[in-house]
């Protein structure tokens, strides 16, 4: 089979798992599930976006939750103040693009750890302005509540995950995909063989920063009551990343399979352990930091695998 | 009278100060030794906040009394959580090292906070002792008793690590090693040893600095993140491995927030710890005290 094949076949078959996905709400009433997918969809788009810049290119972004929590405040904002839901989410989408537009130039020129912790800063500021300037919770009015319905915020949210990994899988292909993990593996040999390296870093990081902006348009609509500044909490950064990690770095699925593995541990051992869930949590994620830094794609990788051909990284 | 109102704040700025720079001296021996950046530094002192706490609290322990055994005990959990997490890093290329132990330091500082909180609760704990409210009159301001001893203590502190990595031998295999790790292997320094040292130092370090912060404020689960943040802006602010730069730069910073909290407002005095950073790191990355 050829790769153009192979790759009109991957198409297809993503397709037809989005469609039947998209017709879950019609086949069930149970909220619970629905819900527990839309989060699904919700952390693995963000997690999708963090590893356009992150895992493709090799930029450790710690400061996702900022236009995370653009997206969700302006979008939210508008949305709450009479705007139609597609107008607000494009204007919320936007605002966070345009804040990647003009922080992504001074933080790139950052190098190695300075990049990572200017991103938190960068968050950090964001989440304290907003905290001080708006300190009251924005809860969705009663003739919303009223009306509210899970469907359409989880087909939104299907739909949004299907754009971001098609995004993801459009890295995988392209000539700019290739620069950018030519980056992530030396960046100096990507410049002496032709490649921009800033050039090509701002674009991931703008693409990363307006899916993140998207995906917090979608948490402006699903969240019944929250704090404006906790959507710039560092754990939106986090999460996504831990996600990235466990499900493997710098591939297409990983994110996928990363968020289902996440949401299904989270509501088991938030059921069963309480309090307890997070601690567990911390240690699952520094075993597979430490034992398995593929994540679970390299694992089923490595599992193809002749023996003789199995190497430990 | 706004003078003096503005003259107090400057002092508790100063005061404060010397705490940041003892809490950024940890973070940068570390990062300058093992050339891995610890993210749970924050965590770390946030034990040795707790550590004074307890002690207080349940045998009247005086903080400043127990800040020698706890620190050894923080130096030993310091060597153990390298041993069990850092340790296999150290060969991989420096790149590489520096994001896992930044995905490390994060998945740790998650562990540990987590840990206090189903310990010791989120409620916030401040050491009481006898000379809690004492203060000092000068001229038109008060000088707190404990906040100057705490300042006193941090100086000292610094003083004996720069005696040490000066004067002694291991002193100077820490130093050679910072420099060059393979030279340092070529003539004979056990790097590995370095290596553990270094961590554990590091960590005793941040743990002397959470007590005299339970003495002069006071700490709980998730203060780790904020101190963290402190600690880097000042290690940028100062320079990588330059002791008296990062305790004078803990100075500039404290004195920086509270003059802006004073004059912004206080919701307002973080950021601008964060924005100086974000100034220094974009213009002047290695550092405002650095002769480089």
């Known amino acids: 089979m050829t790769g153009r094949a192979a790759g ?17 709400p019609r086949a069930t009433d149970n909220q619970a599930v629905l819900d527990w997918a839309f989060l699904v969809y919700l952390y693995a788009a963000l997690a999708q976006s963090w590893n356009l810049l992150g895992g493709f290119a090799g930029q450790v972004n710690l400061g996702l939750a900022a236009f995370f929590g653009l997206g969700a405040l302006v979008t939210r904002t508008l949305w709450l103040g009479g705007m139609p839901p597609a107008e607000a989410l494009a204007l919320g989408t936007a605002a966070a693009t345009v804040t990647g537009v003009i922080i992504g130039a001074p933080c790139l020129r950052l190098r190695g750890p300075y990049f990572a912790i200017g991103t938190l800063a960068v968050a950090e500021i964001l989440r304290i302005t907003v905290g001080n300037a708006l300190p009251n919770v924005s809860s969705l009015p009663a003739r919303m509540l009223a009306t509210y319905r899970l469907a359409p915020r989880y087909e939104l949210a299907l739909g949004l ?48 920063a307006l899916f993140a902006g998207a995906a917090g348009g979608v948490y402006g609509f699903y969240q019944l009551s929250f704090y404006p500044s906790s959507a710039f909490g560092p754990l939106w950064t986090f999460d996504p990343l831990l996600i990235v990690y466990l499900g493997g770095v710098g591939t297409v699925l990983g994110p996928l399979a990363g968020a289902a593995f996440f949401l299904l541990l989270r509501e088991a051992l938030s059921l069963r352990l309480g309090d307890f869930y997070l601690l567990v949590f911390g240690i699952l994620f520094l075993v597979v930091v430490i034992a398995v830094p593929g994540g679970f794609m390299e694992a089923i990788r490595a599992l193809g695998r002749r023996p003789e051909e199995r190497t430990t990284p | 009278m706004p003078l003096s109102i503005f003259e107090q704040n400057a002092i508790f700025g100063l005061l404060i100060g010397g705490l940041y720079g003892l809490a950024a001296v940890g973070l940068s021996l570390v990062f300058g030794v093992l050339k891995i950046l610890n993210v749970a530094h ?59 132990s930044i995905l490390i330091g994060f998945g740790l500082s998650l562990v540990l906070q987590t840990a206090a909180l189903l310990a010791w609760t989120a409620d916030e704990r401040a050491v009481e002792t006898a000379a809690s409210g004492a203060v ?157």
């Open chain 1, 161 to 208: 995950l299907a754009a971001v990994t098609a995004a993801s899988w459009w890295l995988t292909r392209s000539r700019f995909g290739c620069g950018l993990t030519a980056i992530r593996e030396d960046e100096g040999v990507a410049e002496a063989i032709g490649v921009h390296a800033f050039r090509h870093k701002f674009a991931a990081f703008i693409l990363s």
């Open chain 2, 136 to 292: 000092l009159p000068v001229g038109g301001v008060v000088v707190p008793v404990l906040r100057l001893a705490s300042l006193g203590v941090a100086f000292a502190v610094l003083a004996g690590l720069h005696v040490f990595l000066q004067k002694t031998r291991w002193g100077t295999a820490v130093r050679a090693t910072a420099d060059d790790v393979e030279a340092a292997e070529i003539v004979g320094i056990p790097v590995p040893r370095v290596f553990l040292g270094a961590f554990g130092l590091g960590s005793a370090l941040a743990g002397v600095a959470g007590a005299l912060v339970s003495v002069t404020a006071s700490v709980n689960p998730t203060v780790g993140l904020s101190w963290t943040l402190k600690a880097l802006i000042v290690v940028v602010l100062g320079g990588m491995g330059n002791i008296f730069g990062t305790f004078v730069a803990g100075l500039f910073l404290g004195v920086a927030e509270a003059v802006s909290g004073f004059v912004l407002g206080n919701a307002y005095r973080e950021i601008m710890g964060l924005v100086l950073f974000l100034v220094v790191i974009s213009v002047r990355p290695q550092g405002l005290f650095s002769r480089e």
């Open chain 2, 42 to 100: 924050g965590e770390l002192l946030m034990l040795g906040g707790y550590a004074a706490f307890w002690l207080f609290t349940l045998w009247h322990v005086d903080p400043f009394m127990s800040l020698v055994p706890s620190a050894a005990a923080m130096f030993l959990i310091g060597a153990l959580l390298y041993r069990l997490l850092f340790a296999r890093l150290l060969y991989a290329p420096d790149d590489l090292k520096l994001k896992n």
């Open chain 1, 8 to 24: 009109v076949l991957t198409a297809c078959g993503a397709a037809a798992a989005a469609a039947a996905l998209a017709l879950l």
